[in-house]
């Protein structure tokens, strides 16, 4: 009788969360990728096969791909900007984070990070996240100026990075953050990365047709229905 291998306390849960952290970067990866072939075809750098200097016209394609992401992030309205600066700082808060209690694990400080101790309590960084998020959405309320409002979108992505990086704490109300409970917070913050990376696009392409629907005063439905009964 064969006996069947039984899998390390928490081994599934690894998986799923490697397999998670895989997607978002795979795809991070080909939308850069695909922007920069993109704007290499159509720009004024050289194609591969025709180019003299491959080194240099690559060069070239790069540049031009950082001129329209940042001409585009320009021309873009206020709620997309916000929506942009929201996940953009939220997911390089939570990265950095990770990052530096990753380090703190093996020495006292990292830079001008270290742990916080105020007489035999441990401060840990939701803390500041909380305040810091519940700050900048109070500001957020109270003001109408739609810039302001995107800028604000970056501490508050802030803060819900240092909060969610130890939503698991919250959760269990205990400090599981290095235990097999604690990869539920890497769990959470990566599903929200992606659900705010959809919201941005669904905003993106609902504003389009906006355009189309509402500047024009007819959309495909009706144009559809205009057609049938002609």
């Known amino acids: 009788m064969r ?10 849960e690894d998986r799923r969360t490697l397999a998670l952290a895989l997607a978002a970067a795979a795809t991070t990866a080909a939308v850069v990728a695909g922007q920069f072939g993109r704007v290499w075809r159509r720009g004024s ?42 996940l ?11 990052s530096i209690t990753t380090l703190l694990r093996r020495r006292p400080s990292v ?15 939701f803390v500041p996240g909380i305040a810091l998020a519940f700050t900048a959405g109070a500001a957020a309320i109270v003001t109408d100026n739609e810039e302001i409002e995107s800028r604000l979108a970056v501490p508050f992505g802030v803060g819900m990075g240092l909060t969610l990086d130890e939503s698991a704490l919250l959760l269990e109300l205990d400090d599981v953050y290095w235990s097999r409970e604690g990869i539920i917070s890497v769990q959470i913050t990566l599903a929200l990365i992606s659900l705010m990376g959809a919201l941005t696009l669904a ?14 005063g007819e959309g495909p439905v009706e144009e559809m229905v205009r057609e049938s009964s002609s």
């Open 111 to 125: 830079g001008p990070f270290r742990n916080v101790m105020v007489g035999r309590r441990h401060i840990h960084h």
């Open 88 to 98: 953009t700082s939220f997911a390089s808060a939570f990265l950095l984070v990770r």
């Open 45 to 86: 750098a050289p194609l591969p096969q025709e180019a003299d200097d491959l080194l240099a016209a690559a060069e070239e394609a790069a540049v031009e791909t950082v001129e329209t992401a940042v001409t585009g992030y320009q021309e873009v309205s206020s709620r997309e900007n916000a929506m942009f600066n929201l």
């Open 3 to 12: 006996l069947r291998r039984s899998s390390p306390p928490g081994w599934h």
């Open 203 to 216: 905003l993106r392409f609902l504003r389009r047709g906006e355009q189309v629907v509402l500047d024009s």
